[in-house]
């Protein structure tokens, strides 16, 4: 069987075809990477509407925010609220000391700081304490940024535990360290507090935190409504059994 050979013209003008799809390709791929460009452009400018509606919105929520929490500080039986509410949201995550650190929490607040020139989001969540065997702050914050293009950055403040130095003996300082540590492996709270280095592997816990602030009753109350529909469950086999 013989092989067919291609004339000098039939693989000029295979060459040719060749060459003009590599241009035709050219020309498609610099049409699309331009509309997609244009589309980018849209996004953009839409994370930065979406960010100055937002301000506005944290704007108009805040004095309602502040009159919740004021209320909520100054009524009797409320006393131990937020640290009611923190527990119940974070109790999988607890420790040791987790529990007597949450019991210690009057108060919680948000801020909520919006860039919309660079489009990045300053959130900072301050624990207010009352005295206990643990830690001496009043106060402890932690704030992340949220920068535009996805990375996060986060600073805190630094925990004052309690201890008990013994100023006769040199190796006073590292009994002090000795402690911190094992404090530190004893609270999720408050190694989450001054943890830094990788905010990426605690934003959801961040986040989680900032929604009990935004509605902490459904928190609070949702276990309330579980207890009671378990009671009347309990109730209504009590019933059932004395019928039989």
Same mark, same amino acid.
């Given at each position: 069987?013989?092989?067919?050979?291609?004339?000098?013209?039939?693989?000029? *003008?295979?060459?040719?075809?060749?060459?003009?799809?590599?241009?035709?390709?050219?020309?498609?791929?610099? +049409?699309?990477?331009?509309?997609?460009?244009?589309?980018?452009?849209?996004?953009? !400018?839409?994370?930065?509407?979406?960010?100055?509606?937002? #301000?506005?919105?944290?704007?108009?929520?805040?004095?309602?925010?502040?009159?919740? @929490?004021?209320?909520?500080?100054?009524?009797?039986?409320?006393?131990?609220?937020?640290?009611?509410?923190?527990?119940?949201?974070?109790? &999988?995550?607890?420790? *040791?000391?987790? +529990?007597?650190?949450?019991?210690?929490?009057?108060?919680?607040?948000? #801020?909520? &700081?919006?860039?919309?020139? @660079?489009?990045?989001? #300053?959130?900072?969540?301050?624990?207010? %304490?009352?005295? $206990?065997?643990?830690?001496?702050?009043?106060?402890?914050?932690?704030?992340?940024? %949220?920068?535009? @293009?996805?990375?996060? *950055?986060?600073?805190?403040?630094?925990?004052?535990?309690?201890?008990?130095? @013994?100023?006769?003996?040199? $190796?006073?300082? $590292?009994?002090?360290?000795?402690?911190?540590?094992?404090?530190?492996?004893?609270? =999720?709270?408050?190694?989450?507090?001054? %943890? $830094?280095?990788?905010?990426?592997? %605690?934003?959801?816990? =961040?986040? !989680?935190?900032?929604?009990?602030?935004?509605?902490?009753?459904?928190?609070?109350?949702?276990?309330?409504?579980?207890?009671?529909?378990?009671? &009347?469950?309990?109730?209504?086999?009590? &019933?059932?059994?004395?019928?039989?």
């Amino acid at each position: 069987m013989s092989k067919k050979v291609k004339s000098k013209e039939q693989a000029a *003008t295979t060459t040719e075809s060749n060459d003009k799809s590599e241009v035709i390709s050219e020309a498609l791929l610099k +049409q699309a990477i331009d509309i997609q460009s244009q589309i980018e452009k849209i996004y953009e !400018d839409n994370k930065i509407k979406v960010l100055e509606i937002e #301000k506005k919105y944290q704007e108009k929520l805040k004095p309602h925010y502040e009159k919740r @929490d004021k209320l909520i500080e100054t009524s009797k039986g409320l006393d131990n609220f937020w640290s009611q509410a923190i527990s119940k949201a974070m109790i &999988d995550n607890f420790d *040791t000391l987790d +529990q007597e650190v949450c019991d210690a929490i009057t108060l919680m607040e948000v #801020k909520v &700081d919006i860039n919309t020139q @660079d489009g990045s989001q #300053k959130k900072t969540l301050t624990l207010h %304490f009352k005295d $206990n065997s643990v830690f001496s702050n009043k106060t402890l914050s932690k704030t992340i940024q %949220f920068k535009n @293009d996805g990375q996060y *950055t986060s600073e805190s403040d630094k925990v004052q535990y309690k201890s008990q130095p @013994d100023t006769k003996k040199n $190796n006073n300082n $590292n009994k002090n360290q000795k402690k911190r540590k094992e404090l530190e492996k004893e609270s =999720f709270l408050l190694k989450f507090i001054e %943890f $830094n280095e990788d905010p990426e592997s %605690f934003v959801d816990i =961040f986040e !989680d935190l900032l929604k009990i602030y935004e509605d902490p009753f459904s928190m609070v109350l949702d276990d309330d409504e579980d207890d009671d529909e378990e009671f &009347d469950e309990d109730a209504d086999e009590g &019933d059932s059994n004395d019928d039989n």
